[in-house]
């Protein structure tokens, strides 16, 4: 299996200035094919390939010497990238390339032949010898080795190893998860994971960090460290966030051997202006990434509901449906049995019994919105179901 591993590393002043010139050199790469590939497409109306960008390289390593100072891995690297993106484009899994940015994150790439590792020492072609913090142990070759800086100014170095994975023991448990904001996870066991809020916690210092940059003279060396001390803050908010995400989905998937998510529309409810901040900062596509290739790492199942399952306002107990339920009722009790209901730990226990219906009946949950029968139980039409949200 192909595993990624990163870890930090900390260059010397010299080859700082060695990966600057990487860095530029094969930014500056990109945008020039991406800029040819679009004035070929908007004025000639004829496309632009990945042989003529190969070709394109050498002569632009011809009218530019300084780009051969840097290794050519990398610069090669960057054409096989660019027309990545094209093909994503083309297939519709992202929008239409851009161009980099000097301040943003910087990346470049070495292949099998541009860097040599031995013995937990990693030496990149006219970089050196990197002095990499191991903090977790691998075994195996890298076949690919990515250098990147964050605009916080951290270095990183990403190694693409071959390696068999330790599966976990095997496990018992079953469990149910219903994603929220301030419960972030709430489970079918009565448990409720409270949400870390790492941007909500950070938000005052952000303001007046981005305040004191706006005030800044554009190009001078106080905006550069007025742009340093924003980019400081955002780090530790990814890396707090980050940190809760993977602490618990490999505790659930350690626990449970069978986990049962909703799928949620993250992008569609990023348009809500009052709570696209708070939707932002809990990550949930993230988490449920997080989940999936980690029960498949392991042997475990995992389980997304569709997202119309009406897991809120159906009773766990005897199956009542109500007609509706705000957002701002967080508890209620079924009119046909009595029984009371917190509103996140209810759900936690539908999307469990369903994500169980599903595994048992071979039930294909992306095709739900299809068909208005269930192999479970009889669901609602499309009109009465968008009616009753």
């Not at 060695?18 to 497409?41: H, I, M, P």
């Not at 490999?250 to 009052?274: D, F, K, S, Y």
């Not at 759900?347 to 039930?363: D, H, P, Q």
Request: charged residues 25%; contains cysteine; proline residues 4%.
């Amino acid at each position: 299996m192909i595993r990624g591993f990163k870890f930090r590393f900390y260059p010397t002043p010299a080859q700082e200035v060695l990966l600057a010139k990487t860095f530029g050199c094969s930014r500056f790469v990109y945008n020039e094919l991406l800029k040819l590939r679009q004035d070929a497409w908007t004025i000639e109306k004829r496309k632009i390939g990945f042989t003529a960008c190969h070709r394109e390289l050498s002569a632009m390593k011809r009218r530019h010497p300084w780009l051969c100072e840097v290794s050519s891995r990398p610069l090669q690297q960057e054409v096989a990238h660019l027309q990545r993106a094209y093909v994503n484009w083309w297939e519709g899994r992202a929008k239409s390339p851009v161009f980099k940015k000097k301040t943003s994150r910087q990346s470049v790439a070495f292949t099998r032949w541009g860097f040599s590792y031995r013995h937990g020492t990693l030496i990149v072609a006219k970089i050196g010898q990197l002095e990499v913090a191991w903090s977790q142990p691998f075994t195996g070759q890298p076949s690919m080795v990515y250098l990147s800086r964050t605009p916080a100014g951290r270095y990183y170095v990403s190694l693409q190893i071959d390696e068999p994975l330790e599966l976990m023991p095997a496990a018992t448990g079953q469990i149910g998860i219903d994603l929220g904001l301030t419960c972030y996870a709430a489970l079918d066991d009565g448990r409720k994971e409270p949400a870390s809020k790492p941007l909500q916690r950070s938000l005052r210092r952000l303001r007046s960090a981005q305040r004191r940059l706006s005030r800044r003279q554009p190009g001078s060396r106080n905006r550069v460290k007025a742009r340093l001390a924003v980019a400081t803050i955002h780090q530790r908010v990814a890396d707090i966030r980050a940190n809760f995400l993977h602490q618990l989905s490999t505790r659930l998937v350690r626990e449970n051997q069978t986990v049962v998510a909703e799928t949620l529309n993250v992008a569609g409810m990023l348009h809500n202006r009052r709570l696209a901040r708070h939707i932002a900062d809990a990550a949930w596509g993230e988490f449920l990434r997080q989940l999936e290739y980690k029960c498949a790492w392991h042997g475990r199942t995992f389980v997304k509901v569709d997202r119309f399952f009406p897991s809120s306002k159906t009773c766990s107990a005897c199956g009542h449906q109500l007609q509706g339920l705000p957002l701002s009722v967080r508890a209620w009790t079924c009119p046909r049995c009595g029984a009371y209901h917190d509103r996140d730990i209810n759900a936690a226990k539908n999307t469990l019994a369903e994500g169980l219906a599903v595994i048992a009946c071979g039930e294909d949950i992306r095709r739900r919105r299809e068909s208005t029968q269930s192999s479970a139980k009889q669901e609602p039409s499309k009109e009465r179901r968008r009616a009753s949200f």
